[in-house]
C-alpha cells in the first residue's frame, strides 16, 4: 500500500496538469534564482502565470531540496 503524498509535495500533481510543466521543469527555472529570497522566487513563478499557492509549494520543496537558500 503506497503512502499518501501530504504537505507541499502534494500540490505537485496538480501544478503539473494545471501549467503543462513538470516539476523537474519548474525547478529548473528557479536554478538561476538560487540565491535570491523565498518571496522573490514565489514572485518570479507568480509572474509565469502560477498562483500563490502553487508557486510557494514549488519554492519551498525546491530550496528544502536544492540548495535553493
Known sequence: MSEQVKGPKSY??????????TVEEWFAELRPLAGQKHMDQVAFLKEQGMGHGHANALVHVFRAEHGGA
Do not use: D, M, R, T
Open 12 to 21: 505537485f500533481p496538480s501544478i503539473e496538469s494545471k501549467y503543462g510543466k
